[in-house]
């Protein structure tokens, strides 16, 4: 029983680093992309990302012997996740802004623990089913925010389509966890996103995204150090725990965007109370799932 609450409690300290770290990640994004577009901060993550992953492979002793099918289900979610959703999110932020893009994205837990139960067989409480539902209903409050700043609904589409990607590749990782360590698994997720995403840029002719100097080159570099520590946190956290409970500690992350927003975003973002009421809400949603389950 005390194994179980310490591993319990492991998975809880992951996920929430993770939540956090990605909160950070959006801030610094935010920064970035005063000067240059989503194209060029994504392929830097993506860069960072790469680097910092293999370089950790290498200092823990080398990839192992993974499984030939884990590796196809991180290179799917490098795929899914990693160029779908990352680049959905670094669109999005530039079109809604940090606080209501990291509020819809993280409508991903729903989607998470659907997808987990269809395929996987976890067990949902009811505890986490309501904890969810509460992080749901207080991230769509967060959104209706949106609309006293000159949102339109269509743009909602972008931080939305990102949500459903991170909620799908969720299940990919945890799946893959089962053939791969979570160090090799990650590295060859964002390897397999910096390929794909830089063929695409010179196919399409954007070279020039590849390129960037001054601040935003280091608000871009910090920030995929941010995210990418953050995705391996959260990875690592499904290795020791379920997607169904994972998923939605590490989706508080739009708490620390706000708190965050109001230190460094003033001139930026906008607080309101639906905003706030919206992070109560998720706050408790948190409650629930960690208390409770």
Known sequence: MVASRSVSGTVAALALASALLS??????????LQRYGPYTGFWINLVVGTTGLWAAVLLTGGPGR???GSLAFFVLAGLVGTVGGRLLRYISIEAVGASISAALINLSPLVSTAVAVALLGERVTPPILVGTIVIVAGTTLLSLGGRGVGVTPGQL???LGSALCFGVVAVLRKIGLSGAGAIVGTAAN??????????????????????CRGRSLAYFVAAGLAENVGVFLGVVALSLGAVSVVTPLASVAPIFVLLLSGLF???I???NARLVVGTVLIVLGAYLIT???
């Open 23 to 32: 909160a950070a990640a959006t801030i610094l994004i935010r920064y970035g």
């Open 66 to 68: 993974p499984s030939a």
């Open 157 to 159: 589409l972008l931080p």
């Open 190 to 211: 964002v390897t397999t996103a910096l390929v794909a995403f830089s063929t695409f840029l010179l196919a399409s002719g954007h070279r020039g995204a590849m390129g």
């Open 265 to 267: 975003l003033r001139r």
């Open 269 to 271: 973002e906008i607080l």
């Open 291 to 293: 208390a409770f389950k």
